[in-house]
């Protein structure tokens, strides 16, 4: 940062407080009602107090504005004329995904806030690298043997520490929080996967590890960054290394460090061999040729941050809401039944109740409630939503999912008047011999696992593990709630990946609804 544009950025900040007293006394405003939900918006500071009061619920709060606009996008203005506009429109997002994909970027402003973190690996990179990236990573994603490779160490995370932790509190009756849990499981899951490591998150003991706890700060501290109502205020701290930046650097440096030793671990490894004999994701770069440290410390981070909390948020919102919901419950117990002399592969892809139960899950809590992409040129929006260039375009499927309708064709109805009900059945339909028929939506309708060009490379490994885990846990037992109050509503947080607050803590009773 130059000196003078410092001294510029100190004397606004100086003023601004003065600025914002005298604004803030000629509107002391009421809460929004149902009516007038749109945030008020000022000169120099734009919506600023209404982006900083609703911090904490921003998800929530942009969904309820998207709501109220008749084409479910809207143009939020902060702080010195800069602009964001969020959208829950099919036809924009089809637009931002497919139809202009080129203009539609992640963008410096993505990349500055991430690039601490995640350096150049995939999710953070455009263009030429980012197009090579993703041919080097589809091809080592479409392999049998890597898909082969996933499912054995799903399986022996699940049959070795999963099953024998839940069984242990199923006969001390204890509570587990079943996200923390989740959370273990993928991370030890997505590190043997990426990594060749088992940094053995899961024991039963539940250690704390180094490198995953500062994982853990690096995502949360790199995410406040996106969401600061001022965004420069985190440059400023990084600047002078103090605060939140200063335990980002700290968190970031460990996090780093750890991946380069097991990368350069790998390479001496496999430099005494004449053939490939592990099969993690960084082997097979490695042995593809791409050696260089950097790219491979920076890919397979972006691989563990896809894997490490995007699993584990979807299946602990998918238990909470079984719970709430029993007849889907035993609908899903009886296709487990019915699949359970499958060999494990055949299983779990022939379980199509289960998988619509999943997207229902995740159609209502996404792991990703928002993503964003910024206009390298001017453009308008299907929707005839005018695009300046460098504006930050950010489309919700958190929002989507809880759509009833758009009052704007070529979509007069998205979800229905049902659009709150968790129900796997809007997700199926029924064949000539009556068995259930999993039918997909439109993916810039329900756009989970992104659409378009950059549509998630391991969707299909996801679902493979999500349902792994719901076969191997609801065949052997029955999650509880461990709460006092039956009409618990747990709060969804939005960081990078959504998260239940204070965690999900249950109960875990043995099922005697099969015979193992």
């Not at 982006?51 to 709501?67: D, E, G, P």
């Not at 924009?92 to 963008?107: A, D, E, Q």
């Not at 097991?262 to 994701?281: F, N, T, W």
Request: aromatic share 12%; net charge positive.
């Amino acid at each position: 940062m130059s000196i003078q544009l410092l001294t510029v950025t100190i004397i606004f900040f100086l003023t601004l407080p003065f600025l914002l007293l005298i604004i803030n006394k000629n509107s002391k405003s009421k809460k929004p009602s149902a009516s007038n939900v749109l945030p008020k918006r000022y000169p120099i500071i734009g919506s600023y107090f209404a982006v900083k009061s609703n911090l904490s619920n921003r998800v929530q709060w942009i969904t309820q504005i998207l709501h109220n606009c008749p084409t479910a996008t809207y143009t939020l203005h902060h702080v010195l004329g800069y602009r964001q506009i969020f959208t829950a429109n099919p036809e924009n997002v089809r637009h931002i995904l497919k139809t202009r994909f080129s203009n539609y970027p992640k963008g410096s402003f993505f990349t500055s806030v991430f690039f601490d973190f995640l350096g150049n690996g995939i999710f953070n990179v455009d263009g030429e690298s980012w197009k090579f990236e993703r041919q080097v990573s589809s091809h080592e994603f479409n392999t049998k043997s890597l898909r082969k490779f996933v499912e054995t160490i799903v399986d022996t995370e699940l049959h070795d520490r999963l099953i024998p932790m839940l069984s242990g509190a199923a006969s001390d009756k204890t509570v587990l929080d079943l996200q923390d849990v989740l959370q273990r499981f993928a991370f030890d899951n997505v590190c043997k996967i990426a990594f060749g490591h088992d940094p053995a998150c899961l024991l039963p003991s539940l250690p704390q590890t180094e490198f995953a706890d500062a994982f853990e700060v690096a995502t949360q501290l790199s995410s406040e960054r996106f969401r600061a109502p001022i965004l420069i205020f985190w440059k400023i701290k990084r600047f002078f290394n103090v605060g939140s930046e200063k335990c980002l650097k700290i968190a970031i440096s460990r996090v780093r460090d750890f991946a380069k030793k097991i990368v350069r671990e790998k390479k001496q490894e496999l430099a005494g061999k004449s053939s490939l004999e592990s099969v993690d994701l960084l082997s097979r770069f490695l042995n593809s040729g791409h050696s260089d440290e950097d790219f491979a410390t920076d890919i397979v981070i972006s691989f563990i941050l896809s894997g490490r909390d995007t699993t584990s948020a979807a299946l602990t919102w998918f238990f909470w809401l079984i719970n709430k919901h029993p007849e889907v419950e035993n609908e899903i117990l009886k296709e487990i039944k019915e699949k359970s002399d499958m060999p494990v592969y055949e299983e779990v892809k022939d379980m199509v109740y289960v998988h619509a139960s999943l997207c229902e899950s995740m159609r209502l809590y996404p792991p990703v409630p928002t993503d964003g992409k910024l206009a390298i040129e001017d453009d308008v929006l299907p929707d005839g939503t005018v695009v300046k260039k460098g504006t930050l375009v950010t489309y919700a499927p958190y929002a989507m999912g809880r759509m009833e309708k758009i009052c704007w064709d070529p979509y007069p109805t998205i979800w229905g008047s049902d659009w709150s009900m968790f129900k796997p059945e809007r997700w199926l339909e029924r064949d000539e011999a009556g068995k259930w028929r999993f039918v997909g939506r439109d993916p810039y309708t329900y756009p989970v696992f992104q659409a378009g060009p950059r549509i998630c490379l391991g969707k299909e490994m996801a679902f493979l593990q999500m349902k792994r885990v719901v076969a191997g846990i609801l065949r052997r037992f029955k999650v509880v709630p461990a709460t006092e109050d039956d009409g618990f509503q747990p709060v969804f947080l939005a960081y990078l990946t959504a998260k239940m607050k204070g965690g999900f803590p249950i109960k875990v009773e043995r099922s005697s609804r099969f015979m193992d």
